[in-house]
């Protein structure tokens, strides 16, 4: 019977590159149950460390080990000793589990396989009782694997808890500089290659080639609802730790809110609109530009969360947390990042979020689709394959699905014109409006424990005939520092008078959200956002005033975020 092939090249002996001469331990259990904190050195832990290092050594490992793809700033070694297990936040006490992969030496540079026969993913609500059947076969099959195999269920989810809690010292002057695969331009290819290898290890243990993984078409009103295929319960796919009042079990089921806030959810009635509102927002009009989509820039020596894209901060966070049990501790599983792979529903989710990556790249027409910049093609991950091989992986292998061998099942895509109103269409509204210029030094840095508002100047453009049309306006709300163990989330809105803007549901005035997921990190981390301005001002009519009225309102979490200010820019 077919079994998937597996090309790979050049095998490097990773712990060697780290350590002159490491000792050669076996495999540890895949659950240790002493401690792992940084004052306390077994060997058989940094042993592992070196392993985590090669796993999180994005900068490090695989650096060091090409040196044809040397980076623009070489990285040093990363500090083993900083490698810690992850630290559930909220409790402030170790995780409950050792994120560590199982032990392996030599990692191969991985080869896509030709890819012959496309495999489609099916939109999770459309798929039928014959891909159930398989895809709960081959997860329970995962599930049923001894627990130290890499492709076991919980191995699987402790790779994506590995890769935001790995403690991982980069070598820069900072000691708080730490490794995390999200709030940055590692987001979608990192998470593709997750998938990748997920759906891999399904497909060998049912040896079906064909198998593809589902995707939870939450972008269309016909599939907001949680896939009905994960809350059956005695299914492998099933997770008792999510949301009860979000389940599909009742007539009508519930929509997710991708706009969710724990304390201000937008009503039922009110959700179809406020989605498609905004992902046109998320794909379209605040996604013009490769970093507004994908993320900042994250390389070597810089801090984490330099700052997410449009859906990874918006329709993709939502989600976590409209799933996640809050009557768990910290939102688990889905809503916090260190549990979240532990329900089967995070691939179905992740399956979606990876299709609005190819979308978009569709939508892009003759625009550049994705960075040329080596700092990004050339960042590589490891991930364990679907024969338990070690494999080193890079973003430049990971841009175009097809090329990976799958695609996605066609559905209309219900947001495309869903371009908003505006609720006023007015010029010069902020002119009359007593609200303090946002270069006033009394203004900021400010908490977001009620609504600000300020007045933003549009910089004076000097440009020739022409040149207008290629610019993107963007408003940039810079210095975000929020409680990284809480889920936060605050709106923009322009233009919008009103005490209360929660009504602009689906209205032009709304900027666009800021999101976040908890996780572990430096607490003194600073991100950024950049909300597409040129249609929303064209929008209001309002694109000869010379200064915009800007309200951030808090939704969740406000006591947790601070601002340091808020700027116009052309790009
Ligand atoms: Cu790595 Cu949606 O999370």
Redesign the pocket.
Known sequence: MASLPLSTVAITNISSLHRPHPPRLPPPPHRLTISCNASESHPSQVDRRNLLLGMGGLYGASNLILPGDAPASPPPPPDLAKCTRGTNLNLRQPLDVDCCPPFSENALDYKLPSATDIRVRPAAHLADNDFIAKYEKATELMKALPADDPRNFMQQANV?CAY?NLTYDQGAADPSNKLQI?FSWLFFPW?RWYLYFYERILAKLIDDPTFALPYWNWDNPKGMAMPSMFVKENSPLFNPRRNQAHLPLIDPPPYADLRYSKKSSTPQDKVVQSNLTEMYSEMVRSAVNLEDFYGAKYNLGAKPDPGAGTVERGS?TAI?AWVGDPNSPAGEDMGN?YS?GRDPLFFCH?ANVDRMWSVWRDLRGSKPKEFSDPDWLDTSFLFYDENAQLVRVKVRDTVENLKMGYTFQKVEIPWLNKRPKAKVRKAKVASTSSAPKATDTSVFPVKLDKVVRVLVDRPKRKRSKGEKEKEEELLVIEGIEVDTSEFVRFEVFVNDEDDDPSDVIDLAEYAGGYSQVPHKNAANVKSKIRLGLTELLEDLDVEDDDKILVSLVPRDGGEDITIGGVKIIYV
Do not use: A, E, K
């Open positions: 994506h935001c999200h998470h993709h976590h990042f979240t992740h």
